[in-house]
């Protein structure tokens, strides 16, 4: 089954995106803390999904783990607004950053992707 980790503390969000997987058969673990994302590393997921605007310092997370696995694919989703945030994610390596409403309206196709 195709595997995919998101970083993110919204439950709502995570009963959606736990709910879309469900539909498209791709396994999602979810973390809310650094420790914990670099936990669930083994096996490797097909890529990592980050909100953030996760309160437990989301970019700083999603740094570590790349430095760890510099070629792992990370998508980021944040307030449409946040430009500054963006361009800070896709400095740090992030394959793609997109508004949350964005990443809400494309999310079975984005989990979908897990399944190549």
């Known amino acids: 089954m195709a595997?995919?980790?998101?970083?993110?503390?919204?439950?709502?969000?995570?009963?959606?995106?736990?709910?879309?997987?469900?539909h498209l058969h791709v396994e999602v673990k979810v973390a809310a803390s650094p420790d914990a994302l670099?936990?669930?590393?083994?096996?490797?997921?097909?890529?990592?999904?980050?909100?953030l605007n996760a309160r437990n310092a989301p970019l700083q997370a999603a740094q570590a783990l790349l430095r760890q696995q510099p070629t792992l694919p990370i998508i980021?989703?944040?307030?449409?607004v946040q430009t500054d945030l963006a361009a800070q994610a896709k400095a740090a390596?992030?394959?793609q950053v997109m508004p949350r409403s964005q990443f809400t309206t494309n999310l079975p196709?984005?989990?979908?992707?897990?399944?190549d």
């Open 3 to 22: 595997r995919v980790v998101a970083y993110m503390d919204d439950l709502f969000f995570q009963m959606k995106l736990a709910e879309t997987a469900k």
């Open 38 to 51: 670099l936990q669930l590393m083994d096996p490797l997921p097909k890529f990592v999904i980050v909100d």
């Open 76 to 80: 980021g989703f944040l307030s449409h």
């Open 93 to 95: 390596g992030f394959q």
């Open 109 to 115: 196709q984005i989990l979908a992707m897990a399944k």
